[in-house]
Every structure is written in structure tokens, then in C-alpha cells.
């Protein structure tokens, strides 16, 4: 009788040790869609915001920036399930990510609202969970203008 009880008792400490478990991992997966979120958008408000000169939207969803310091191309975009800004210069070319690894990006979008107004939105993935995101940006330093 005491064993049968011993073992009753240890199967349940393993169902409520797998649920608890299970619930640190959807939160850490939470936790990690909001970072790679707020990560995305400071990125983003930080480049379009305040340090443009101009903003232009190609057609295929690059956001490209003439930057106020001098000789500086800034393009923000996304590939690969990734945001990424490629900045060039006078000494050359370099990209750097903008998402978090291990957080995919999908369904990337930019639009013009107003000559300084910029919605963005994309969505984010990890381990079954995703998350919408749509930001409005205003810019201060810069105009919106659209490729054609």
C-alpha cells in the first residue's frame, strides 16, 4: 500500500514538474517575441526617426535613408526571416541584423501615411507562437517620398 502510494505521489510530481516546465518555456518564448519587438522598433525609430535626412520606400519593402551625418546610405529590410540594415559609406559597405536570432520576421511591410508619417508592420514567429506588430514612425529630420 505504501508503495503504491510512493509511486502515485511521483507521478504526479512529474505531471506538475512537465507543466510547470512547459509554462517557463511558452513565457520565455513570450518574453522573447516582445524583446525581438521592442529590439526591431528602437532600431527602426532610432534610424528613420531622428537621424534622417530623407526616407524612401521601394517597392519591395526597403526603407532607404540619406542619413544627416554626411555620405551615409542607410537601407533598412528584411530577408531571410530577418530585418537587417545595410549602411554604406565612403569606406565601403557593411550589414548588420536588426531581429534577434532565433525570432523569424515575416510578412514585412512599409507604408507612407503622410510626407512624415511611416507605418511599418511584420510579423514575428518562434517555437508555434507569433506576434502582429504595426508601428506608426514620425519623422522629424525627414521627408517620406515613395519610389516609383
Known amino acids: 500500500m505504501g508503495l503504491l502510494l510512493a509511486a502515485v505521489l511521483v507521478t504526479l510530481v512529474f505531471k506538475a514538474t512537465a507543466i510547470a516546465g512547459r509554462g517557463f518555456w511558452r513565457l520565455q518564448d513570450e518574453l522573447q517575441l516582445q524583446e525581438a519587438r521592442r529590439h526591431i522598433l528602437a532600431q527602426l525609430e532610432k534610424t528613420v526617426c531622428y537621424d534622417a535626412q530623407s526616407v524612401s520606400l521601394q517597392a519591395d519593402g526597403k526603407i532607404s535613408c540619406r542619413m544627416l551625418e554626411g555620405c ?3 537601407t533598412v529590410y528584411s530577408d531571410k526571416q530577418g530585418v537587417y540594415q545595410r549602411t554604406r559609406t565612403n569606406k565601403g559597405t557593411g550589414v548588420n541584423p536588426v531581429s534577434l536570432e532565433g525570432v523569424g520576421v515575416f510578412a514585412w511591410q512599409v507604408r507612407r501615411c503622410s510626407p512624415q508619417l511611416l507605418c511599418v508592420s511584420f510579423s514575428l514567429y518562434r517555437n508555434g507562437r ?4 504595426t508601428q506608426y514612425l514620425i519623422c522629424y529630420s525627414a521627408r517620406i517620398t515613395d519610389d516609383a
Open 72 to 74: 551615409k546610405q542607410v
Open 130 to 133: 507569433s506576434m502582429r506588430v
